[in-house]
């Protein structure tokens, strides 16, 4: 069974600084992304940073210049360092893997998410 499991989030004061992490188990399919969705209330999931297997990141431009994803694919783990938090960075973070199934299509795979909470 495929589990994401997530770690570091919490209350910071603006300015200050957050690493998140997920690690996945179970994995027996190829890995393409990894990263981070982030939901506040009242709104949609929205993307906030990716990895693919082999280096490449991605960042929402709200996020891009403050946050840095990195992943260790020997335990397939990634980590999102957060700095310069904001109160509008408040939202629950969700750690997502997308695989490539033996078909070859894709498959997404998610956390249960962590509160991240800047206070200003």
């Known amino acids: 069974q495929v589990q994401l499991v997530e770690s570091g989030g919490g209350l910071v004061q603006a300015g200050g600084s957050l690493r998140l992490s997920c690690t996945a188990s179970g994995i027996k399919s190829n890995i393409n992304y990894m990263g981070w969705h982030r939901q506040s209330p009242g709104n949609r999931r929205t993307f906030v940073a990716s990895?693919?297997?082999?280096?490449?990141?991605n960042y929402a431009a709200a996020v891009r210049g403050r946050s840095l994803i990195s992943r260790v694919s020997a335990n397939d783990t990634v980590f999102l360092q957060m700095n310069s938090l904001k109160p509008e960075d408040s939202a629950v973070y969700y750690c997502?893997?997308?695989?490539?199934?033996?078909?070859?299509?894709?498959?997404?795979?998610w956390g249960q998410g962590t509160q991240v909470t800047v206070s200003s």
């Open positions: 990895i693919h297997d082999g280096g490449d990141t």
């Open positions: 997502y893997m997308s695989i490539r199934q033996r078909d070859g299509s894709p498959f997404t795979y």
